[in-house]
């Protein structure tokens, strides 16, 4: 039997209309870093400029990933509607490093390939970021400044941060872990020597 195509093509649109209705609300993306309209200091960098080379952050395998995710207990819940824009690591690392070179407007901080080897290298190994659904945000790292002269001594640190705030939404709980990474950036700066 074959059908009419003025009732193929209303089958076919009322389908459409159908699926539209099922569908679930927009993915929402957020980063770690601040608004683009920031004000930000312009560098004065000379030719004989210290470099510090931010490597990419060190996390445990489940939070490195675009993955928002809250805990309840042992329970590790996933945001079905938001994600981060990038890996976890990636936006801690980018936002520790403007941080960081926010404070040290006249040398060359950055995440990125030099075209030679830095005057000092940041590592930072996160071993818990933990938010969980009642609001309490808990961040253990270790880092160590490593200078480029093997003569110099290796810093080593860590930190036990806290911070508490509202989770009720996804921009409230990306808020909250961006206080945390704030706070390390500004222990990690403090281990940071300054350039003789």
């Known amino acids: 039997m074959m059908f009419p195509p ?19 609300p927009p993915l929402r993306l957020y980063t770690l870093g601040m608004p683009g309209d920031r004000d930000i200091q312009q560098p004065h960098l000379s030719a004989r400029l210290t470099t510090i080379e931010v490597s990419r952050a060190v996390l445990p395998d489940y939070l490195d990933s675009q993955d ?9 819940i996933r945001s079905p ?19 960081i070179a926010s404070s040290h407007p006249n040398e060359l901080i950055t995440d990125q390939p030099l075209a030679d080897a830095a005057n000092m290298r940041v590592q930072i190994n996160v071993s818990r970021f933990d938010v969980n659904v009642d609001g309490q945000a808990i961040l253990d790292a270790n880092w160590a400044v490593i200078p480029r002269d093997p003569k110099k001594p290796l810093i080593r640190n860590r930190a036990h941060l806290t911070a508490t705030g509202s989770v009720s939404t996804d ?21 940071i020597p300054s350039a003789q």
């Open 6 to 24: 003025r009732r193929i093509a209303l089958a076919f649109l009322g389908a459409c209309t159908l699926l539209a209705g099922c569908a679930s």
């Open 68 to 76: 928002m995710i809250t805990r309840q207990g042992e329970e590790v």
């Open 81 to 99: 509607r938001s994600r981060w824009a990038t890996r976890l690591s990636l936006g801690i690392t980018d936002l520790v490093t403007n941080e």
């Open 171 to 191: 921009a409230d709980t990306a808020s909250l872990m961006r206080k945390l990474v704030i706070q390390l950036a500004d222990q990690v700066n403090l281990s």
